[in-house]
């Protein structure tokens, strides 16, 4: 998938929330949940019919994928896109060390904040749950260097 409309739409709407977006329009791959289930650092407890429910996309060496059970012409599929897009844009998926946790806290607060102002603005009343449990407001620092 390499819809340039809609990622520049969500890139737009990203840059109004103050996060910096790259020039590089990044490639998207929309694979099956058991391609999902491999791509996994944790194998633990997931199952094609679990990990849709916990990982609907990912960022990976600058390569979004998003499971192919997301409908991305929904508001809520799209959310999904604007989250890992986010991740993108935080050093083009750099890398972050897994040791840290609270870096990798900070940037997926950062996404989810993203993924739930996306949702609100188009009028959905539900809110994606960060199970890290960190609150930022955005824009957040997401240059890790």
Known sequence: MNDITLVMELFAFLSMLGIQTPTELPKINIISTKEMILMTNDK???N???LGQIITGMCV???IYIDSKVDMSTVMGKSVLIHELTHYTQNKCAAVPKKNIM???TL???AYAAQNRWLRA???TIEVNNP???TIYLPAV???K
């Open 44 to 46: 633990q407890g997931f």
């Open 48 to 50: 094609e019919e679990n």
């Open 61 to 63: 060496n600058g390569v």
């Open 103 to 105: 870096k990798i806290a």
């Open 108 to 110: 997926e607060a950062q």
């Open 122 to 124: 188009n009028n959905m």
């Open 132 to 134: 890290y449990g960190v």
């Open 142 to 144: 997401y240059n890790w």
